[in-house]
């Protein structure tokens, strides 16, 4: 059980999370957003190309976070396990997943799905807006990120549903809580 997603909509604390659980469970977190951000602030190419969905809140087109993908995973540090957080969140970007990770005869083991109701998630970002001043933290970023999250991604959700890999966690409570729930539900699967 080392080979792991996280999911959830935005806000619903999938970061935060993902460090902690990837830390009590010794593998590396991967988050497609993080890696985005980094090359948006060191100004690469990828971030230059990628920095125009991101502040409208939009996909990232997949010919370019495929690849990028693609290539994390081919580090040393991941070939044990890794925790992937927002990636994959398309279901085109699901069968790229499982064709990267067939290659060398890998297989996603769990999803664990964040869950929280669409106002407190609002908040919660508005909040974050203040602290971080993240440029896709405003309200209409928030709610379009929030449209796309509903619209693409229960899909990829539904997907591993059908090979019986989701488990969900309630995403409300303080953060403690949740990572104690979270690392319930993963034992509940071993
Ligand atoms: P959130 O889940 O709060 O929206 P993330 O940090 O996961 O934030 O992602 C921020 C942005 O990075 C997304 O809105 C999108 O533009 C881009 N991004 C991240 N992951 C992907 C992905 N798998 N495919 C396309 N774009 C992505």
């Known amino acids: 059980m080392t080979r792991l997603l996280i999911i959830g909509p935005p806000g619903a604390g999938k970061g935060t ?9 010794g593998v590396s977190a991967i988050s ?9 602030k060191e100004l690469t190419p990828l971030g230059l190309e990628a920095k ?8 990232v087109p997949d010919s370019v976070t495929n690849n990028m993908v693609r290539d994390r995973l081919a580090n040393d540090d991941v070939a044990e396990g890794f925790l992937l957080d927002g990636y994959p969140r398309t279901t085109a970007q699901v069968e790229e997943l499982d064709r ?3 290659e060398s005869g890998q297989k996603l083991d769990a999803v664990l799905q964040l869950t929280a109701d669409d106002e407190e998630l609002v908040q919660r970002l508005l909040r974050r807006a203040e602290i971080e001043g993240r440029a ?8 379009h ?5 509903k619209k693409e991604t229960a ?8 090979r019986g890999i989701v488990t969900q966690v309630d995403g409300l409570g303080d953060i403690d809580e949740v990572t104690e729930r ?8 071993r």
């Open 145 to 149: 990120r929030l449209d796309l999250y």
């Open 136 to 143: 896709d933290d405003n309200e209409d970023v928030i709610r």
């Open 32 to 40: 497609t957003g993080d890696i985005f951000r980094h090359n948006v």
């Open 52 to 59: 125009k969905y991101i502040d409208a809140g939009n996909f």
């Open 155 to 162: 899909d990829v959700v539904a997907r591993y549903s059908d």
């Open 100 to 102: 990267i990770l067939a």
């Open 17 to 25: 999370q993902a460090a902690r659980i990837s830390e009590r469970l």
């Open 182 to 189: 979270i690392m319930d539900a993963l034992s509940d699967l």
